[in-house]
């Protein structure tokens, strides 16, 4: 069964084609980041916009890499959502109307499903169960997994998601967008202990984040330098350094609570920020000394992409997801509002 999947929830364009039988057949994908970059963030109209122009040229680039003919495929998924209601809605319609056209279903996917989902994609894949942390702009949280579609969600963010403290950080910080990869570039140039930020929420039992007190923090240690006018760039790289150490340690903490909580033995970190290599290595560190094993997506598929849609999609319709043709998409979407596959 090969599937066609359309991701378009914020701002990257992205359009896969998986096959049951033989894997990831195409995958083509397209940022808006340098239109956004001139803003500072995503402008929702804009993005919108641009999904329209590229959606289909995308369509058509998947199933040239594929060696497919146009519309040979057995369903289509897409993200309908969490994600930006008018950017979602360019991905629904595109692919219901495709799926319309060809004649065959469509799938209806949730966009942290797809992330949680994409380590899967990878020849090492853990086997169920096992916990996730997932970090991306919008969600994090720590989830455990005991099969596709069966998550108990065991800790979330109380304010700031992960990705969203990297961002707003950066920009306190003057960096560019986007500013998650920015900061973090700049950390690796700087010393991770000059600084002793607050570790949010690692005393306290249970396994919640926040990290908007960690933001505050940075905020008044770049005023304190700036009474000297501007903060010299060797504090600025210390600055990244220490605020992505408080976040990668608070996250190393939390996952190996709630490894030990579970008794799981498999960790998959997926969404934007799985990609930080700090956070994997300090997390390869503590899988190494709790005899646990931890998984994740290659680069590209740590940020949103159409793989782990098609993905997600086609493990849907092998359980006999229902076909609705008039799913309305939905900007927030809890993940605990899934049906459990069945095998
Ligand atoms: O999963 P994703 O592409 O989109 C959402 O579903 O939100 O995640 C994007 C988020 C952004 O906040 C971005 O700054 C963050 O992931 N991100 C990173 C890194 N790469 C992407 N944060 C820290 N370090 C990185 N290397
Ligand atoms: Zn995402």
């Not at 600025?236 to 150490?245: G, K, L, P």
């Not at 493990?315 to 459990?340: H, M, N, Q, Y």
Request: hydrophobic share 45%; charged share 20%; with cysteine.
């Amino acid at each position: 069964m090969k599937v066609l999947g359309v991701e378009s929830s914020c701002d990257e364009t992205a359009v896969a084609i998986y096959d049951g039988d033989r894997g990831l057949l195409a995958h083509q994908l397209y940022s808006q980041v340098k239109m956004h970059a001139e803003f500072g963030g995503v402008v929702p109209e804009l993005a919108s916009r641009d999904h329209v122009r590229k959606i289909i040229p995308l369509v058509q680039a998947a199933f040239d890499q594929a060696g497919l003919p146009y519309g040979s495929v057995d369903a289509v998924a897409y993200t309908a959502g969490p994600g930006l209601i008018g950017a979602l809605m360019v991905g629904a319609t595109t692919a219901q109307a495709l799926a319309f056209g060809w004649q065959v279903p469509s799938v209806p996917v949730h966009h942290m499903e797809g992330h949680l989902l994409a380590p899967m994609l990878e020849d090492e894949a853990p086997d169920y169960p096992f916990v996730a942390l997932l970090v991306s702009g919008g969600h994090s949280m720590l989830v455990d997994v005991t099969a596709p579609g069966k998550y108990e969600i065991l800790g979330e963010t109380l304010d700031d998601a992960a990705g969203e403290a990297f961002d707003k950080t950066a920009k306190m910080m003057g960096l560019p967008y986007p500013g998650g990869p920015m900061l973090s570039k700049l950390a690796d140039t700087g010393n991770s202990q000059a600084f002793q930020f607050p570790r949010p929420m690692v005393d306290r039992p249970g396994l919640d984040f926040s990290f908007s007190g960690l933001k505050t923090a940075v905020r008044l240690e770049i005023a304190r330098h700036a009474e000297d006018e501007q903060v010299p760039p060797q504090a600025m790289a210390d600055i990244a350094s220490s605020f992505q150490q408080a976040v990668v340690e608070t996250m190393v903490i939390k996952c190996k609570r709630a490894l030990k909580q579970t008794g799981r033995k498999a960790l998959v970190i997926a969404g934007g920020v799985s990609a930080n290599r700090c956070l994997r290595q300090k997390l390869q560190e503590m899988a190494d000394t709790t005899a646990s094993k931890l998984y994740y997506p290659r680069l590209e598929f740590c940020t949103d992409n159409g793989a782990m849609i098609a993905y997600a999609g086609y493990l849907r319709l092998r359980s006999g997801a229902e076909i609705d043709r008039s799913f309305v998409v939905k900007p927030r979407w809890p993940l605990t509002e899934l049906e459990p596959m069945h095998a």
